[in-house]
């Protein structure tokens, strides 16, 4: 159920979806492309008061649900890892401009359970429903299933390129 995301709860679930450009796969799972993503997103989680109850990245899009503090950190948080994963994975591709198509897709979960499961159910199982892998923990690309899976936190390095 969407809900309007300017006024939504304190503590709500809220369901991300960032596809790129034309469909490209620029997020292909890779060695540097997961260090990447592992990266943003915890740099992400630093800066601003949204936590990841879960997430993946497929060939064609990401998909995330997030706790975020209100609309406004969730809006700082998508803007910070969509800018600077374009950024970074524009440079593993040699791809100039966005890799996003448009904004991010948000969608407030309902506060019932049943659905929130079905959200988190949903989301781990991505990977097998586009015929990519034969169960989730197969996935080599970057996702939280690991961690859901054996417990324990998704470790990332960020990699100051002001820096630089």
Avoid at 26 to 50: D, F, H, I, Q
Avoid at 78 to 102: A, C, E, Q, T
Avoid at 104 to 132: C, F, M, N, T, W
Avoid at 144 to 151: A, D, T
């Amino acid at each position: 159920m969407a809900h309007d995301l300017r006024n939504f709860p304190p503590g709500s679930l809220v369901e991300v979806t960032c596809r790129t450009i034309q469909g490209r796969q620029l997020l292909r799972p890779s060695r540097e492309l997961n260090e990447t993503v592992y990266g943003v997103l915890g740099r992400a989680v630093e800066k601003y008061p949204v936590g990841i109850v879960s997430f993946i990245y497929l060939p064609t899009y990401g998909h995330l649900l997030l706790l975020p503090e209100d609309a406004e950190a969730l809006a700082r948080f998508l803007g910070f890892l969509n800018g600077n994963l374009s950024k970074r994975i524009g440079r593993l591709h040699d791809w100039r401009g966005p890799i996003w198509d448009g904004r991010y897709h948000p969608v407030v979960v309902s506060d019932e359970p049943e659905a929130q499961v079905a959200r988190l159910k949903h989301l781990i199982g991505q990977a097998v429903q586009e015929g990519l892998v034969a169960r989730p923990e197969d996935w080599p690309g970057p996702s939280s299933i690991p961690q859901l899976l054996r417990g324990g936190p998704v470790r990332g390095v960020w990699f100051d390129r002001t820096a630089e």
